[in-house]
């Protein structure tokens, strides 16, 4: 079955600094890719997707990369603030299926 | 309306309880999801009903009970559970076909004592 790892498990940026999280994923057939945003006690939020038919999408200072080749992704947020800190997860879905793969999480810690 | 709510958010119930997790969506979604979340981990799916029928259920222990008893409800009732599944259960929704987004509701913070 699939498998996403993703990487760090842990990043503390000061707050203006960008953020890079990577993820992997095993099967070739997923080609829907969310990245969420869970902050303590609340619900996973989507902050951005992207589909295999694209390698990036861009929404005000939050990115994801896709290289379908190398089968990884990348969310990428610019001039972090106190308020990104939170878990982030990436996840993979397969075109036909209802079931999202999860990685392990990040969580990110914004200094100011 | 984008919400997927979620009743009780929380619930303390013994070993020999039995109760019920709701989940409500009026989003017209046909697709809605159980997941269980440990600490710090991420949401593991427990069970998909895709129009109203269930069509994946991932190997989760028979004292998890799911029932969609129309397309905006989703229920989990729960019977004789273990301290171990002391965890949140998040409902989500969405779609079926090409867009893809999951709603989650805010979840039910389950202890079991």
């Known amino acids: 079955g699939e498998n996403v790892e993703q990487h760090p498990s842990t990043l503390s940026v000061q707050e203006g600094d960008s953020a890079v999280i990577k993820c992997t994923y095993s099967?070739?057939?997923?080609?829907?890719f969310p990245w969420y945003k869970q902050e303590l006690g609340k619900r996973p939020q989507l902050i951005i997707d992207?589909?295999?038919?694209?390698g990036e999408k861009k929404d005000q200072r939050i990115a994801v990369t896709l290289n379908k080749t190398a089968k990884h992704f990348s969310l990428h947020i610019t001039e972090t603030q106190p308020e990104d800190s939170a878990v982030y997860f990436c996840a993979s879905r397969m075109e036909y299926g209802n079931k999202l793969v999860f990685g392990a999480g990040t969580i990110l810690r914004v200094k100011s | 309306d984008t919400e997927v709510t979620q009743t009780p958010k929380h619930l303390v119930m013994g070993m020999t309880n039995k109760k019920s997790l709701k989940c409500e969506q009026h989003?017209?979604?046909?697709?809605m999801y159980w997941y269980k979340q440990k600490a710090k981990k991420p949401p593991e799916l427990m069970f998909v009903?895709?129009?109203?029928?269930?069509?994946i259920n991932e190997s989760v222990p028979s004292r998890f009970s799911p029932e969609c008893p129309n397309s905006s409800l989703l229920n989990l009732h729960l019977h004789a559970l273990q301290p171990e599944d002391s965890a949140l259960y998040l409902c989500?929704?969405?779609?079926?076909?090409?867009?893809?987004?999951?709603?989650f509701g805010p979840g039910t913070r389950l202890t079991v004592t």
């Open positions: 989500a929704s969405s779609q079926t076909g090409v867009s893809y987004e999951q709603y």
């Open positions: 989003m017209g979604h046909r697709a």
């Open positions: 099967d070739s057939a997923s080609n829907y």
């Open positions: 992207i589909r295999s038919n694209v």
């Open positions: 009903y895709s129009y109203e029928k269930l069509s």
